[in-house]
C-alpha cells in the first residue's frame, strides 16, 4: 500500500481471491462463447438441407458413340463423316422399327472400397433399382476397385452382390487396379471375374494389429482398469497388460474368420486350390489367372467395348451426398474404426 502527498487518498489492491474469481470467470465466458459459436455453426449448415440422394442411368453405348462422332469429325474427311452419322441414323431408325425382342441390357455399377466399405449404402440401392427390372437375359457388371477392410463392413458389400446372383442374373467384376481380401470377397461372388495383368487379386487372409501402451503407462505410474462381464468379452487390449491367454483367444478368433472367409471363397469358386490361394498372399492378374482365381484377363474398358455388341449398356450411379455436419462425424467415426480385416 502506498500513499501520495497531495492526495490522502489510499492506493489499495485487489484481493487475490477476487483475481482468481474475475479469471474464473472470463475462462467460463470464453468456454461459452466457443459452445454458442459451435452450435452456431451447426445451425447454420443444417438450414442448407440435406442434399437429396438420386438415382442416376447413363447410356454407355451413347456416350462411346459421342466420342466416336467427335473423334471423327476430327480426322476423317467431311464426305466420309457425313456417310457414317447418315448410315448409323439409318441402324438406329431401323433398330427402333425392329419387330426383333428387345437386346439385353448390361447394368454398370461402379465400386470404390476402403476400409469401413462405406459406399456399401450406395451400391445397396443401386442393386435394388436393378433388381426391380432386370432379367437372367440380361447382365450386371461391377467395376471393383476395394483393397479390403473390416469383416462385417466388406462382408455386407458381398452379400449385396449376392442378391444379383441369387436372382439368376449373371453377374461379372471387372477389376482394373486391386481387389485384395474383402475385395477378393466381393470379386468371388460373380458368375465371371475379369483382371488387368497387372491388377492385384487374392489376400485371402485376415489381420488384426493392436497397439499397446502398457509398458509407458506403468513407466510413468498410470494404472488402466478395466471390468467385464464375461471371460473373452475383451481379450487384447491397448492400455492393459495383455496376457498369452488373451493373445491365443484373439489368434483363435482370427483362425476362425479365416476359415469363414475360406468357405466363402469355395462356395462360389470351387476351381480354386484354397490350400495354395488362402495364404494371406496376393497375385498380380496374370498369375492370378493361373491360380483361377480370375477368368479372363482384360481391362474393364475392353470387356464393355466389346458388350456393346451384343447388349445396351447403362451405368447405374446411387449417390448419397453427405451435408457438412455429416462429413465432420463420418470421418471421426473413420479415424476410430477398429477390427481385424
Known amino acids: 500500500m502506498a500513499t501520495s502527498p497531495g492526495n490522502p487518498t489510499t492506493v489499495g489492491f485487489v484481493p487475490d481471491a477476487l483475481v482468481k474469481y474475475l479469471l474464473f470467470l472470463a475462462q467460463t465466458a470464453t468456454v461459452v462463447l466457443l459452445v454458442a459459436a459451435l452450435l452456431l455453426l451447426i445451425a447454420l449448415l443444417s438450414r442448407r438441407g440435406r442434399p437429396r440422394s438420386e438415382l442416376q442411368v447413363t447410356d ?19 464426305r466420309v463423316f457425313k456417310a457414317e452419322l447418315k448410315a448409323a441414323k439409318a441402324r438406329r431408325k431401323q433398330a427402333k422399327a425392329a419387330t426383333e425382342p428387345a ?41 471393383l476397385e476395394n483393397p479390403g477392410g473390416t469383416v462385417n463392413d466388406q462382408g455386407l458389400a458381398a452379400s449385396q452382390l449376392l442378391r ?21 470377397m466381393m470379386a468371388c461372388v460373380a458368375n465371371r471375374i475379369v483382371a488387368a495383368p497387372f491388377a492385384v487379386i487374392g489376400s485371402i487372409g485376415v489381420v488384426a494389429q493392436v497397439p499397446n501402451f502398457y509398458r509407458l503407462l506403468d513407466r510413468v505410474g498410470v494404472d488402466v482398469e478395466q471390468f467385464t462381464g464375461g471371460e473373452f468379452k475383451r481379450t487384447v487390449t491397448m492400455f492393459g497388460e495383455n496376457t498369452e491367454a488373451d493373445r491365443a483367444k484373439l489368434t483363435e478368433q482370427i483362425h476362425e474368420i479365416h476359415d469363414l472367409f475360406k468357405d466363402f471363397v469355395a462356395a462360389r469358386r470351387p476351381q480354386v486350390d ?3 490361394v488362402a495364404t494371406g498372399e496376393y497375385w498380380y492378374g496374370t498369375r492370378a489367372l493361373e491360380l483361377n482365381l480370375v477368368d479372363e484377363l482384360t481391362t474393364s474398358d475392353d470387356y464393355l ?32 474404426g477398429r477390427g481385424p480385416h
Open 103 to 143: 437386346r439385353p441390357r448390361l447394368f454398370v455399377i461402379d465400386f470404390h472400397g476402403d476400409l469401413r466399405a462405406s459406399r456399401v449404402a450406395g451400391l445397396r440401392e443401386e442393386v435394388t433399382a436393378i433388381l426391380t427390372l432386370a432379367t437372367p437375359a440380361d447382365e450386371v457388371v461391377v467395376r
Open 274 to 276: 484354397l490350400d495354395t
Open 305 to 336: 467395348l466389346a458388350a456393346r455388341e451384343r447388349a445396351d449398356l447403362f451405368e447405374v450411379s446411387y449417390s448419397i451426398p453427405l451435408s457438412a455436419v455429416r462429413r465432420l462425424t463420418a470421418a471421426a467415426t473413420s479415424m476410430l
Open 60 to 78: 454407355i453405348g451413347e456416350r462411346y458413340q459421342r466420342l466416336s462422332r467427335t473423334l471423327g469429325a476430327a480426322v476423317l474427311p467431311k
Open 164 to 184: 444379383v446372383r441369387d436372382r439368376g442374373i449373371p453377374l461379372t467384376v471387372c477389376v482394373d487396379t486391386v481387389a485384395a481380401s474383402g475385395g477378393y
